[in-house]
């Protein structure tokens, strides 16, 4: 410790009480730990909208649900071009049929006109009526197959005009079953948001946990320091403590450096009248008195 050198003993024993309280009362205040707060970074969560939900949805059900409405679309084309075929098959039997019946009805005129000439008798009323009668006959065949012919065509074209029609609906035919497809992925999402949400707040809520006990460790720690801290400065410093520190050292320091300032006798005598020094001086005194007693011849 840094001192005045005395020049009075006013001076000296006010000295004497710095010296004393630096190195026997005074205690470094508790400094108070500055030790960092635990901060982690919570996961944020956002909840979908209904309507980011449903597209979401759509999107996922989209290559199914189109995968679905092609197939149905290349049935009913599927359909229609073997109907198609159907019909040029109906007209090419038409053909042959009315050729059929061309050439046998044809082999038979020739037959009764070859006869009737035979006979000499080609314009007879008998062979007319025989004619006509082939003719009648064979016209109304052609009128039947004809006539079945328009009705299986007619029956075609029906159905072909039906699958126009299915065509023409393809892209909305399975729009109820793709509506309960969606809701029902719908469900699914909001399900798995749901777990995403309590995740994520489990998550956070382990974070809080933890900053919770680092914030209660860093109080218990600073409140174990400081009850160790005040275990130490409860007890006083032994001598060895204080010779080591300096106390001894600088109260003689300061006793001799105004007590050489007398005579040595005025000193001798004024340190064995004091009662105050040997508080201060504590075993030192003796060796001061003697010192001092020595150097006035006592």
Same mark, same amino acid.
Do not use: W
């Given at each position: 410790?840094?001192? /005045? /050198?005395?020049t009075t003993k006013a001076e000296m024993l006010e000295t004497l009480k710095d010296?004393?309280?630096?190195?026997? *009362?005074?205690?470094?205040?508790?400094?108070?730990?500055?030790?960092?707060?635990?901060?982690?970074?919570?996961?944020?969560?956002?909840?979908? /909208?209904?309507?980011?939900?449903?597209?979401?949805?759509?999107?996922?059900?989209?290559?199914?649900?189109?995968?679905?409405?092609?197939?149905?679309?290349?049935?009913?084309?599927?359909?229609?071009?073997?109907?198609?075929?159907?019909?040029?098959?109906?007209?090419?039997?038409?053909?042959?049929?009315?050729?059929?019946?061309?050439?046998?009805?044809?082999?038979?005129?020739?037959?009764?006109?070859?006869?009737?000439?035979?006979?000499?008798?080609?314009?007879?009323?008998?062979?007319?009526?025989?004619?006509?009668?082939?003719?009648?006959?064979?016209?109304?065949?052609?009128?039947?197959?004809?006539?079945?012919?328009?009705?299986?065509?007619?029956?075609?074209?029906?159905?072909?005009?039906?699958?126009?029609?299915?065509?023409?609906?393809?892209?909305?035919?399975?729009?109820? *079953?793709?509506?309960?497809?969606?809701?029902?992925?719908?469900?699914?999402?909001?399900?798995?948001?749901?777990?995403?949400?309590?995740?994520?707040?489990?998550?956070?809520?382990?974070?809080?946990?933890?900053?919770?006990?680092?914030?209660?460790?860093?109080?218990?720690?600073?409140?174990?320091?400081?009850?160790?801290?005040?275990?130490?400065?409860?007890?006083?410093?032994?001598?060895?403590?204080?010779?080591?520190?300096?106390?001894?050292?600088?109260? *003689?320091?300061?006793?001799?450096?105004?007590?050489?300032?007398?005579?040595?006798?005025?000193?001798?005598?004024?340190?064995?009248?004091?009662?105050?020094?040997?508080?201060?001086?504590?075993?030192?005194?003796?060796?001061?008195?003697?010192?001092?007693?020595?150097?006035?011849?006592?």
């Open positions: 410790m840094n001192f /005045t /050198t005395p010296i004393f309280y630096y190195y026997r *009362i005074k205690r470094e205040s508790f400094e108070q730990l500055e030790l960092s707060e635990l901060s982690l970074s919570d996961l944020s969560y956002v909840s979908p /909208t209904a309507l980011q939900t449903r597209n979401k949805a759509v999107t996922l059900l989209a290559p199914a649900q189109k995968t679905r409405v092609l197939k149905y679309k290349e049935g009913l084309t599927t359909e229609k071009s073997e109907l198609t075929e159907k019909l040029s098959s109906v007209s090419a039997e038409t053909q042959v049929l009315l050729e059929k019946i061309r050439v046998s009805y044809e082999e038979s005129l020739n037959t009764v006109q070859q006869e009737a000439v035979k006979k000499g008798v080609a314009h007879s009323s008998i062979v007319l009526d025989k004619i006509a009668a082939i003719t009648g006959e064979k016209n109304q065949k052609i009128l039947d197959v004809n006539t079945e012919s328009q009705q299986k065509i007619s029956d075609i074209n029906a159905k072909i005009a039906a699958i126009d029609d299915l065509l023409d609906d393809a892209d909305t035919y399975y729009s109820e *079953i793709e509506e309960a497809e969606i809701q029902a992925k719908i469900v699914e999402l909001n399900e798995k948001e749901e777990e995403k949400r309590i995740e994520v707040f489990k998550y956070n809520n382990g974070l809080h946990e933890k900053e919770v006990k680092y914030l209660n460790s860093i109080t218990v720690k600073t409140a174990s320091l400081q009850l160790q801290y005040m275990d130490i400065v409860s007890d006083f410093y032994t001598k060895d403590e204080l010779v080591e520190m300096g106390y001894y050292t600088d109260a *003689i320091s300061c006793v001799v450096s105004y007590y050489n300032t007398l005579s040595a006798y005025a000193a001798y005598t004024d340190i064995v009248a004091d009662r105050t020094l040997p508080i201060y001086l504590d075993d030192y005194y003796s060796n001061v008195v003697y010192m001092y007693r020595t150097k006035a011849g006592q």
